[in-house]
């Protein structure tokens, strides 16, 4: 099944799926961040003016990541990096972008990083699940040939659908978080370290099922980077419960 990427037209300009769905996802994130800071303590501008900051640099990392690891075409077809409307933003390199910022911001508002970090891991991690529909219109992020009866056709080759269990997970992150694990934190950083262990674990195996993923001497570069986030966020957690002790 093949959709249009291409939304609706305004004025002679595409409108695309791929950004709907990412706008429509950092919506949802902002809103559940701004009712979580609430409980927090937090006043409305710090959520609103950090998802601002957080959300226009985060597309930029997000870009900024995945033409590194494609250097070699980029430089070839350089009219091409800021072409983001057809997909290639890389989620880590958002999220990496997006810690940045927070501990920066943190700093400049006197707030607690980690305790920020815990309002908007939730967000994200639904954010990324709606986010991954934008993969399916652009018939991006798919995985290798299968047989399983869930799987979609590309190019006229049933393939896992990758995207489908990313969203699946992320989602499913989202619920327990939010619905579950947030009500009986036992310090700050535990929502987004927690996030970060699950979501680390998960995209591991999906990555490996991909047939589009970026590669840095000969490792898939996401399965990297999600081994670090998972051993970072389990010493984190370690750390804070022999603190709190």
Not at 43 to 50: A, E, L, S, T
Not at 170 to 196: C, E, H, P, R, S
Request: proline share 2%.
């Amino acid at each position: 099944m093949q959709i249009n990427p291409v939304a609706f037209n305004i004025f002679g300009i595409d409108v695309m799926w791929y950004g709907i769905l990412i706008a429509t996802g950092a919506l949802l994130a902002i809103t559940i961040a701004n009712k979580l800071g609430k409980r927090e303590g937090f006043k409305d501008d710090i959520i609103y003016d950090y998802a601002m900051s957080a959300l226009l640099l985060g597309i930029i990392g997000a870009r900024a990541y995945y033409v590194i690891f494609n250097l070699d075409y980029y430089l070839q077809n350089p009219s091409e990096i800021i072409a983001i409307r057809n997909g290639g933003l890389a989620i880590y390199g958002g999220i990496i972008t997006g810690i940045v910022v927070g501990i920066f911001y943190s700093k400049i508002k006197g707030v607690k990083f980690f305790k920020l970090a815990d309002v908007i891991a939730p967000g994200l991690a639904l954010a990324q699940g709606i986010g991954r529909w934008g993969n399916f219109v652009n018939q991006e992020a798919h995985g290798a040939p299968t047989d399983v009866p869930w799987g979609i056709m590309i190019d006229g080759v049933k393939v896992h659908p990758t995207f489908l269990y990313e969203s699946i997970l992320d989602v499913g992150i989202f619920i327990f978080l939010y619905f579950f694990l947030y009500n009986k934190k036992k310090f700050d950083g535990q929502i987004f370290a927690t996030y970060g262990i699950i979501y680390g674990l998960g995209r591991f195996v999906i990555e490996g099922m991909r047939t589009d993923s970026l590669y840095f001497m000969g490792m898939r570069v996401s399965q990297i980077v999600s081994l670090l986030i998972v051993a970072t966020s389990i010493l984190f957690i370690v750390y804070s419960k022999r603190k709190a002790k």
